[in-house]
């Protein structure tokens, strides 16, 4: 069973542009959340997403979006880039949210460099 | 509001001996606990988590963490380290009504010696 896979693995961009990073999760897995790491700020929760809706947004701001298909693959985009979004953007699949025992399963992660 | 500290950035332990890397939490509603890990350049990959029940959970990689509910506490232990278990450790919280979001400490390096 293939896991969750993330592309780009790198990215590099300057100021002001848009990106769109890719996730799909493992066959199967309806959850879909994303994940900002970075070294100053550690681990953050930007947004989940479980059968194209968005369940739970974190505290980013609104230049930080996303979407999930009905395959449930999902993209995030993020608009007029900004040094400090400089990151490795973490993409995590589950089967369901919210559910007792549910585990979530990550992605390598796509790192982006804003220049 | 719920939030998870790791009050050690490192933890430096010999091979064979036991370590022991510490996590503490704050959650409004029933605990979830986790621990993952992360190796370089790759993502988290999931160790052992708490819902409920016994208070020593049992992981992969011989890997455990007991919860202590009194001193809101989920440290990570293992009886005898190794080399390859040298990583980046990650402490999370989620607790019953916020989905799949997870609260993450800030991370504790592990380096062990042979």
């Known amino acids: 069973k293939a896991g969750v896979t993330q592309t780009p693995r790198y990215l590099i961009k300057t100021r002001g542009q848009q990106v769109t990073l890719s996730c799909s999760p493992i066959?199967?897995?309806?959850?879909v959340s994303w994940y900002q790491q970075t070294p100053g700020q550690g681990l953050q929760f930007l947004f989940e997403?479980?059968?194209?809706?968005?369940?739970n947004k974190g505290n980013f701001p609104g230049r930080f979006s996303g979407r999930q298909f009905s395959n449930s693959r999902s993209e995030m985009n993020v608009s007029t880039l900004e040094l400090g979004d400089s990151a490795l953007y973490l993409c995590?699949?589950?089967?369901?949210?919210?559910?007792?025992?549910?585990?979530?399963?990550f992605g390598s992660g796509t790192q982006l460099s804003v220049l | 509001a719920q939030s998870v500290a790791q009050p050690e950035d490192q933890v430096n332990v010999a091979e064979g001996n036991p370590l022991t890397v510490k996590c503490t939490y704050s959650?409004?509603?029933?605990?979830?606990l986790f621990w993952y890990v992360q190796y370089p350049n790759r993502g988290l990959q999931f160790l052992l988590k708490y819902i409920t029940g016994d208070n020593l959970v049992k992981g992969s990689y011989g890997f455990e963490a007991e919860f202590n509910k009194s001193q809101t506490s989920f440290h990570l232990k293992k009886p005898s380290a190794l080399v390859s278990d040298s990583a980046l450790y990650f402490c999370?919280?989620?607790?019953?009504?916020?989905?799949?979001?997870?609260?993450f400490g800030g991370g504790t390096r592990l380096m062990v010696k042979p």
């Open positions: 999370a919280v989620r607790d019953d009504n916020a989905g799949n979001m997870l609260t």
């Open positions: 995590a699949s589950s089967l369901g949210t919210g559910q007792y025992n549910e585990k979530l399963f």
């Open positions: 959650v409004s509603g029933n605990p979830y």
């Open positions: 997403y479980f059968s194209e809706t968005q369940r």
């Open positions: 066959s199967g897995h309806r959850s």
